[in-house]
């Protein structure tokens, strides 16, 4: 059986599949870039909240210079949130003013800063196992109180009266970000399929 590609119905047929398959496209296009752009942005909010929260908690531990009460900390950063969940904090580590560590779990990271940071940061860095993170670094302070809690947990620099006592540095794997990625890109197409 020949179609007929001068006869109206077919040439209908063709231009409703064409728009379809670019409507269906720059759709599809649209919610993986602004997915992809949501996750990270929720990624970097829960990374800048773990680095900022465990320097604040873990002043005390850095000014006495407390390994054991450093490391529990950490191990508290890392661990998943439920039972059989995978962390994606796959490393963590206290240091002190000079850049000594103090207490580390999880998987070193490559090319880290000498120094703690001045203001809560992030980058992206690798683990010495090549694999990709984003790493977070936040100063212990020697703040006594009485600054707002931003301030505090290190959103914003250590002010001119704090001296910077240490640094945290939470590393999160990219690895979950390409998994969401990936599954979004195979629903996406399947969506497209159905719509086409």
Same mark, same amino acid.
């Given at each position: 059986?020949?179609?007929?590609?001068? *006869?109206?119905?077919?040439?209908?047929?063709?231009?409703?599949?064409?728009?379809?398959?670019?409507?269906?496209? =720059? *759709?599809?296009?649209?919610?993986?870039?602004?997915?992809?752009?949501?996750?990270?942005?929720?990624?970097?909010?829960?990374?800048?909240?773990?680095?900022?929260?465990?320097?604040?908690?873990?002043?005390?531990?850095?000014?006495?210079?407390?390994?054991?009460?450093?490391?529990?900390?950490?191990?508290?950063?890392?661990?998943?949130?439920?039972?059989?969940?995978? *962390?994606?904090?796959?490393?963590?580590?206290?240091?002190?003013?000079?850049?000594?560590?103090?207490?580390?779990?999880?998987?070193?990271?490559?090319?880290?800063?000498?120094?703690?940071?001045?203001?809560?940061?992030?980058?992206?860095?690798?683990?010495?196992?090549?694999?990709? =993170?984003?790493?977070?670094?936040?100063? =212990?302070?020697?703040?006594?109180?009485?600054?707002?809690?931003?301030?505090?947990?290190?959103?914003?620099?250590?002010?001119?009266?704090?001296?910077?006592?240490?640094?945290?540095?939470?590393?999160?794997?990219?690895?979950?970000?390409?998994?969401?990625?990936?599954?979004?890109? =195979?629903?996406?197409?399947?969506?497209?399929?159905?719509?086409?």
């Amino acid at each position: 059986m020949a179609i007929n590609t001068k *006869s109206i119905r077919t040439k209908f047929l063709l231009l409703l599949t064409l728009t379809a398959v670019v409507i269906t496209g =720059v *759709s599809m296009i649209y919610d993986l870039v602004a997915g992809g752009a949501a996750i990270r942005d929720q990624i970097v909010k829960r990374g800048r909240y773990v680095a900022s929260n465990l320097a604040f908690n873990a002043k005390y531990g850095v000014l006495t210079e407390d390994k054991p009460l450093l490391t529990q900390f950490l191990e508290g950063a890392v661990a998943p949130g439920g039972e059989g969940e995978r *962390s994606d904090v796959v490393g963590a580590m206290i240091r002190d003013a000079k850049g000594a560590i103090l207490a580390q779990t999880g998987k070193p990271i490559r090319d880290l800063p000498g120094a703690p940071p001045a203001a809560l940061e992030e980058r992206e860095a690798f683990t010495t196992e090549g694999e990709a =993170v984003l790493l977070f670094r936040a100063p =212990v302070t020697s703040s006594s109180g009485g600054s707002a809690m931003g301030e505090e947990l290190g959103a914003a620099p250590a002010r001119s009266g704090e001296a910077v006592k240490g640094g945290v540095e939470v590393a999160i794997s990219q690895s979950a970000l390409r998994e969401v990625q990936r599954r979004r890109v =195979v629903e996406s197409l399947l969506l497209a399929g159905v719509v086409i």
